[in-house]
């Protein structure tokens, strides 16, 4: 049972384009949600995160909205920079579990 | 800040050994470690959490008897696979918590094949 859906495993984009990664979940009770980046060989890494409160938070180039209703958040990358090039994850967890349920990842390409 | 080491980065062992993974937090400490297991194509999926001088608490399905953890001290925790079978093999990462879970500064994981 995959709680957390990430339904892309890879996606190209063209340096200084939007790149758009989604993400799905299926648990009610999940209001809290981040998003992590992998390089090959390296942990991940945070990201950026949103609580179910809000519906979008901006740092920088990133931008990751949640709709609730549909379950669904979306991470925005503007504009796409070769470096961007790495796994995204997508987590979530429910208040006070700290346990974080992670996507299966998108494989994101900018090209040059 | 907040680096977290894995050792070793790869492991390769005969099936029906033990293999040992520690996890430190280098520049701060960690009261609460989390291990993950991650098989290929597939999601980091959470096997235990530990808090520095108590049990793991362990998740459903998984194994206590054959995943030992220990987290002695407040910058170290250890994994260590039992009787490894090949099913086993799998990418194991740990991350660690300062304050409790909310905030998870990931390692970079060890690679284990089991032949």
């Known amino acids: 049972d995959q709680q957390v859906k990430q339904n892309s495993p890879s996606l190209s984009v063209q340096e200084g384009r939007i790149s758009i990664l989604n993400c799905d979940y299926t648990?009610?009770?999940?209001?809290?949600f981040l998003w992590y980046k992998k390089y090959p060989a390296e942990g991940p890494t945070f990201l950026i995160s949103?609580?179910?409160?809000?519906d979008k938070n901006e740092d920088g180039r990133f931008t990751v909205f949640l709709n609730k209703s549909a379950k669904h958040l979306s991470l925005h990358i503007v504009p796409s920079q070769p470096g961007d090039s790495a796994v995204y994850f997508c987590?979530?967890?429910?208040?006070?579990?700290?346990?974080?349920?992670f996507g299966t990842g998108t494989r994101l390409k900018v090209l040059a | 800040g907040a680096v977290v080491s894995q050792h070793p980065s790869r492991v390769i062992c005969k099936s029906g050994t033990s293999v040992k993974i520690e996890c430190r937090s280098l520049?701060?400490?960690?009261?609460?470690m989390f291990w993950y297991r991650q098989f290929p194509k597939q999601s980091l999926m959470l096997m235990a959490t530990?808090?520095?001088?108590?049990?793991?608490?362990?998740e459903q399905g998984v194994e206590k008897d054959k995943f030992l953890i220990n987290h002695a001290s407040l910058t170290l925790s250890t994994l260590t696979v039992t009787s490894a079978h090949p099913e086993d093999s799998s990418f194991y990462i740990c991350?660690?918590?300062?304050?409790?879970?909310?905030?998870?500064?990931f390692g970079p994981g060890t690679r284990l094949t089991v032949l």
């Open positions: 991350s660690a918590s300062p304050s409790g879970g909310d905030t998870q500064y």
């Open positions: 648990n009610s009770m999940f209001d809290y």
């Open positions: 949103i609580s179910s409160i809000k």
């Open positions: 987590a979530a967890s429910a208040t006070g579990t700290y346990k974080y349920i």
């Open positions: 520049d701060f400490q960690a009261t609460t």
């Open positions: 530990s808090n520095e001088g108590s049990k793991a608490t362990y």
